[in-house]
């Protein structure tokens, strides 16, 4: 069993949501809450891959333009209709999402671990009974933090 499974355990509850045509899991323990986009106002300040910020100054929310930062090489702009974003542990990032589909229970032995991090970092593995990316949040809040600063 790779140590990523054993950190979470005989199974993990997510939020399965939509983003750009791909169903991709959070685990809930790695989400602090989720709010929809046009309830926000955003200060458009940033790389191209945060959409803006929320909150005050200097507790900063940023929203990560999901599709842009995962799937770069497939990303259209046009064609994201992000209505949700999912505010992670720490609430100093958020993902935006066109949809919060559902929640989901998976059981660890069923998901297929990604063992080429060098490739798609963020993919902590797949499963196949949703068709969803899992993803390691842990990496992908490192990688955010290393690219903004």
Known sequence: MPPEAEA?????????????????????????????????????????????????????????????????????????????????????WALACDELIKSVRITTAEINFNHDKGNRSWLLGTYMPERCAVLDIEQMLLEFEACSA
């Open 8 to 92: 979470l355990g005989k199974e993990v509850n997510c939020i399965l949501l939509d983003m750009h045509g791909l169903k991709l899991a959070v685990p809930f323990d790695k989400v602090e809450g989720a709010l929809q986009l046009e309830d926000l106002s955003l200060a458009m300040e940033g790389p191209e891959w945060i959409i803006g910020r929320f909150g005050d100054d200097p507790a900063w929310t940023h929203v990560v333009d999901t599709a842009r930062w995962l799937i770069p090489e497939r990303y259209k702009p046009e064609y994201s209709k992000y209505s949700d974003v999912i505010i992670l542990r720490g609430r100093r």
